[in-house]
């Protein structure tokens, strides 16, 4: 980010886990035109699971995974994104946010009493204590696996709920772009993300975009929280509609 002229910050934080580990994470934040007064926010975590313990082999539970789709689709059109404005000057302020421990929330068939809140907890921190004291921005976005191929995204239900406006101007781009058939005009699926911390703490208007797929038990791509999270998953088409669907978005603003 720094070679694409950011200034960036790192926020170095420590957090308590579901199975009790006191975490050490780094959240990352590339600004740019750090002093204009109008802001837009773009985030992504940029941590992997530790354990794959959606994988259908029992024995790979406690590998970790790649998270080429769950984690560096995100932060891959991010970092593309902060090239480009290198490029090609901008007049609004652009951060772009990395979140870390994102994904160490507790497994559903954990021997650990249940803890709440035990998923973001790099968005939980920096929501409650941003980069910047009293930091604001009009809207944020967050991208989550939207790197597989056959990438469908739905209106999600906390983004709707919390920032309706936001959706409906990023769904009016993609469609302008020829996009439709990709970002649905569906509102389906509720996923508890970063966004909803960002949306709570920060109270920036942010909605996710993320993965829907009804095919799976677990609404997101076939190999969420598996080894096969890896590269062969990714399509490089997915990660420029959505790359070019943002650019669309800040560069009207």
Request: net charge negative.
């Amino acid at each position: 980010f720094k070679q694409f002229g950011a200034e960036v910050t790192e926020q170095k934080f420590k957090s308590r886990a579901f199975d009790g580990k006191i975490l050490s994470g780094i959240n990352i934040v590339a600004s740019y035109n750090p002093n204009a007064q109008k802001r837009v926010l773009l985030c992504s975590h940029w941590d992997s699971r530790p354990f794959a313990d959606n994988d259908p082999d029992p024995k790979n539970h406690n590998t970790p995974i790649d998270g080429a789709n769950d984690g560096a689709s995100g932060v891959g059109i991010l970092m593309e994104i902060a090239r480009q404005l290198q490029l090609q000057k901008i007049n609004i302020g652009v951060d772009i946010l990395l979140l870390d421990l994102e994904d160490y929330g507790q497994p559903h068939d954990s021997k650990y009493p249940e803890m709440k809140d035990s998923w973001a907890l790099g968005a939980q921190y920096w929501s409650k204590t941003p980069h910047k004291p009293g930091y604001s921005a009009r809207y944020g976005i967050l991208l989550d696996m939207v790197g597989a191929k056959d990438i469908v995204f739905y209106k999600e239900y906390y983004s709707m709920g919390y920032a309706s406006g936001i959706v409906e101007k990023v769904w009016k781009h993609a469609a302008k772009l020829g996009y439709d058939d990709i970002f649905k005009n569906i509102e389906e699926g509720a996923v508890m993300d970063d966004h909803i911390y960002i949306n709570r703490f920060a109270q920036i208007p942010t909605i996710d975009i993320i993965h829907h797929d009804n095919t799976t038990e677990s609404k997101f791509f076939p190999y969420w929280h598996t080894v096969k999270d890896n590269m062969e998953t990714i399509d490089k088409n997915s990660l420029n509609v959505v790359g070019r669907v943002l650019l669309d978005v800040i560069y009207h603003e």
